[in-house]
């Protein structure tokens, strides 16, 4: 995929799904997270691809950003979560080139639109912005600030609507 000077990023391989889930579990306070990323690999909201990590030089799992089928309203979208670094690797850049990398592979995939409920200092340094600008909304209370979204093609409005994840996420 692409490589910034310190990570390398490529889609994950089965060879990877274990460290996915450590990786995973190990940067949360639960396994929630890690339990919802294998779920969804079962789940037709999966998209070959979209699951991008970042390693070492030497291949070591450091960080993980997945990107799986949503709606808003009745628009196809795409929704960033979740995304993990482990902690000796937080705040290195490595959570960021797996992001930069999977929103790439999504626009070589010719996909749109993406949705993010996350930290609203960190994902606008991706071009997220605050979804209740543009009429998006989750079924569920969550503070405004938190739900972001992106056009990955910037002659495409992003839709209105309320978002609809894939089953795994309970939502």
Same mark, same amino acid.
């Given at each position: 995929? *692409?490589? *910034?000077?310190?990570?390398?990023?490529?889609?994950?391989?089965? /060879?990877?799904? +274990? $460290?996915? +889930?450590?990786? *995973?579990?190990?940067?949360?306070? %639960?396994?929630? /997270?890690?339990?919802? @990323?294998?779920?969804?690999?079962?789940?037709?909201?999966?998209?070959?691809?979209? &699951?991008?990590?970042?390693?070492?030089?030497?291949? =070591?799992? @450091?960080? +993980?950003?997945?990107? %799986?089928?949503?709606?808003?309203?009745?628009?196809?979208? =795409?929704?960033?979560?979740?995304?993990? !670094?482990?902690? $000796?690797?937080? #705040?290195?850049?490595?959570?960021? $080139?797996?992001?930069?990398?999977?929103?790439?592979?999504?626009?070589?995939?010719? /996909? !749109?639109?993406? @949705?993010?409920?996350?930290?609203?200092?960190?994902?606008?340094?991706?071009?997220?912005?605050?979804?209740?600008?543009?009429?998006?909304?989750? &079924?569920?209370? !969550?503070?405004?600030?938190?739900?972001?979204? =992106?056009?990955?093609?910037?002659? #495409?409005?992003?839709?209105?609507? %309320?978002?609809?994840? $894939?089953?795994?996420?309970?939502?």
């Amino acid at each position: 995929m *692409n490589s *910034n000077p310190r990570w390398l990023t490529r889609a994950e391989t089965p /060879e990877d799904i +274990h $460290a996915i +889930h450590a990786l *995973n579990r190990a940067a949360f306070d %639960t396994a929630l /997270e890690a339990e919802l @990323v294998d779920a969804l690999r079962q789940d037709p909201a999966w998209i070959e691809g979209l &699951s991008v990590v970042s390693t070492t030089a030497e291949g =070591l799992v @450091v960080g +993980h950003a997945l990107l %799986t089928r949503c709606h808003v309203g009745e628009v196809p979208a =795409l929704c960033l979560a979740p995304c993990a !670094v482990l902690p $000796a690797h937080q #705040r290195t850049g490595a959570g960021s $080139a797996a992001i930069r990398a999977a929103l790439q592979a999504a626009r070589e995939k010719a /996909e !749109v639109f993406v @949705v993010v409920l996350g930290h609203p200092d960190y994902y606008p340094r991706f071009g997220f912005e605050r979804a209740s600008a543009h009429r998006i909304k989750l &079924s569920i209370e !969550v503070p405004d600030e938190a739900l972001m979204a =992106l056009t990955l093609d910037p002659d #495409r409005a992003l839709p209105a609507g %309320t978002v609809r994840y $894939a089953a795994p996420f309970g939502i």
